[in-house]
């Protein structure tokens, strides 16, 4: 058995696509025509005519002198070449009746006279031979009308025929990881029908169906000539007999001498139809799971496949008040990407039937950007279906090994980050601001919230349903709160008064507060929750990991505190980011001092101000404030620490 080699694989769901032409039904009403009939045909759009086309016609007639007659013949194109559009040589001689013609292209000898028993073959090996999709598919497609006429007086009309296509067409899109991969071949392969070979048919039919023969295939393989599959980006077409109903079919690829192994899930390819699979081949991806799993995977390097299990929420472990459910999504999309233009974060993403997102990251790094994953049952809210989970995809540079170890005044010793979460530098301007998040949220919003018209700053969202909204939700109960924040990663939820300014609960009072959100219910050091936005080995930390940033600790230089860390090291926080309004989502001027910035910790626990806020570590020109209370509806910093 020949070895297989499994690559990464982004096949998104078949697009059809109907190959569209004037067409006269079966049933379309009687026209009167003169004795001599100019003959006109149009293919569909994807398809042109060349200068040697020819039609076959056969030719049914009951006339008003009782004679019913059939003859068959062909009519030589005469203008239209290189267009879908075609005028062919005139029929003459009518006699007065009704009479009906069966149109095929091409016309083989071998079709035979009978058009109630057309005979055809399509190959189980095909070539595309031209860069060009339209001329491969023309020379295993075959074309079909009918036409009803009636000739009682002398108006000169024509006959149209609009051409269908018998079979179905699959395009496979594929981009290749670098222009000096080659494709030599393609077969597909389906383990219930015949795809390819002799067909039988009845052109006079209400519906023309082929019916296969006894030399049947259930394998067509597409070949390369002329290093027609060996550019970067490729279109390949294969004609194969129609799926009426849903089928799997598998997918080998030939590149550079190594099979590649593809499921594509199951799907009907209707007949005059064009399927478009998109299939990105990279090399195998990385598997984003294996030190485990998280809200927010790292990637950090270019034009790369990586993948995760979207069946697991967050980390998939169980903290106080809180245990993981397992996911069954059924598709995967980009949310939105911090980029200017499409695709700057991630290529392609898709979706496995075993619930593995892989994905590919652009041609540099250095953004952020949103993977969800849905129920796959579109509605009007949500054309995509409801979102089951989403996923912070950090594209970032950074070197793990740049983490800052600092020492609590109880000498536990905690491992910071040099830089905020979703930074993209430690540089205190835009690049090194990172992300904000509403406490115990899990998803991210971009570092400079929303205007205050709602609209969001920057980047791009790919379909508006799943969109940014700035103050549209308000809390509705603990429980409902967080589903509603798990359908709508991009609503930044608004907090109030009299929910103590938290995003989430069921009314004022400690006593209807999600403490539990990020692991640390009991205020201790706490655990990493399904809930924490930190990557892989990182968690947000614990008030405590703040508790030796003192002001005496430290300098303040350029909007950045500097603190004294371990080892000689310096940690640094900057001003620069700001914070979000706990109502509006849009960033807040400099406050008292200057520029302010707000730092999330898991700890419900301030130092003073109302119980029912979080801690935070607040930095600004001349003051810090270890545990600073902070209104959990507000959108802040995440410096995480490993776990």
Same mark, same amino acid.
């Given at each position: ?129 031209? =860069? !060009?999709? @339209?001329? +491969?598919? &023309?020379?295993?497609?075959? %074309?079909?009308? /009918? ?41 597909? =392969? !389906?383990? @219930?029908? +015949?795809? &390819?070979?002799?067909?039988? %048919?009845?052109? /006079? ?439």
């Amino acid at each position: 058995m020949k070895k297989r080699f499994f690559y990464g694989l982004i096949a998104s769901a078949s697009i059809a696509a109907t190959i569209s032409a004037c067409s006269n039904s079966d049933n379309s009403p009687v026209a009167p025509i003169n004795s001599e009939g100019r003959i006109e045909a149009q293919l569909p759009r994807e398809f042109k005519w060349n200068t040697n086309s020819k039609l076959g016609i056969y030719h049914s007639m009951s006339t008003e002198s009782g004679k019913n007659e059939l003859n068959h013949f062909t009519s030589k194109l005469i203008s239209g070449a290189e267009t879908n559009q075609a005028t062919f040589e005139s029929i003459s001689n009518f006699e007065k009746g009704t009479h009906t013609f069966n149109a095929l292209y091409p016309h083989l000898e071998s079709h035979g006279n009978d058009p109630k028993k057309i005979t055809i073959n399509l190959p189980s090996e095909q070539y595309q031979a031209e =860069t !060009s999709t @339209n001329d +491969n598919t &023309a020379n295993y497609s075959f %074309f079909y009308a /009918t036409q009803k006429i009636s000739v009682n007086n002398t108006n000169n009309s024509p006959i149209n025929f609009g051409l269908k296509n018998l079979f179905s067409i699959l395009e496979f899109d594929f981009t290749l990881e670098s222009p000096d991969q080659k494709i030599s071949e393609i077969t597909i =392969t !389906s383990q @219930n029908q +015949n795809l &390819a070979g002799d067909f039988t %048919f009845d052109l /006079t039919a209400d519906k023309v169906i082929p019916q296969i023969g006894s030399n049947s295939f259930k394998s067509i393989t597409l070949k390369s000539k002329n290093d027609a599959l060996n550019t970067k980006s490729i279109k390949a077409r294969i004609t194969i007999n129609p799926l009426l109903e849903k089928q799997p079919l598998k997918i080998l690829v030939q590149v550079d001498g190594k099979t590649l192994d593809f499921d594509i899930a199951p799907e009907a390819y209707l007949p005059n139809h064009i399927y478009n699979i998109p299939l990105v081949i990279f090399s195998p991806a990385e598997d984003l799971n294996k030190n485990g799993y998280a809200n927010s995977y790292i990637v950090n390097e270019a034009n790369k496949a990586y993948k995760f299990d979207a069946k697991v929420q967050g980390n998939g472990k169980a903290t106080s008040k809180i245990a993981p459910k397992k996911l069954t999504p059924k598709k995967a999309f980009v949310v939105w990407e911090s980029s200017k233009t499409e695709k700057g974060v991630i290529a392609n993403v898709s979706l496995d039937e075993n619930g593995i997102v892989t994905f590919i990251t652009s041609d540099k790094i250095g953004g952020n950007a949103l993977i969800a994953v849905t129920d796959g049952e579109p509605t009007d809210e949500f054309p995509l279906g409801t979102i089951l989970w989403s996923w912070h995809i950090w594209s970032t540079p950074y070197d793990v090994n740049k983490d800052i170890t600092v020492k609590s005044k109880a000498g536990d010793k905690f491992q910071f980050m040099a830089i905020n979460l979703g930074a993209l530098s430690v540089d205190p301007d835009k690049t090194g601001n990172g992300l904000k998040y509403q406490w115990g949220r899990k998803d991210p919003f971009l570092k400079d919230g929303f205007k205050l018209d709602g609209s969001e700053h920057e980047g791009i969202v790919y379909n508006p349903k799943y969109g940014w909204q700035a103050s549209t939700f308000t809390a509705n109960g603990k429980d409902s709160a967080i589903d509603e924040a798990i359908k709508f990663p991009t609503g930044y939820f608004r907090a109030t008064q009299g929910n103590d300014f938290d995003w989430s609960g069921n009314g004022a009072g400690i006593e209807n507060r999600n403490n539990q959100l990020w692991g640390n219910l009991e205020n201790n050091l706490g655990k990493k929750s399904i809930y924490d936005p930190c990557p892989i080995g990182y968690r947000v930390p614990p008030i405590e990991a703040f508790e030796s940033f003192e002001s005496e600790n430290g300098k303040f230089v350029n909007e950045d505190w500097e603190f004294n860390a371990e080892n000689g090291q310096k940690i640094t926080f900057s001003t620069e980011p700001s914070y979000l309004n706990y109502v509006t989502g849009a960033p807040v001027g400099p406050g008292r001092n200057g520029k302010e910035a707000y730092y999330w910790t898991s700890s419900t626990k301030p130092a003073y101000g109302s119980k029912s806020n979080a801690s935070s570590f607040l930095i600004e020109k001349g003051w810090i404030s270890v545990n600073q209370t902070g209104q959990r509806g507000m959108g802040a910093s995440i410096r995480c620490i490993r776990e």
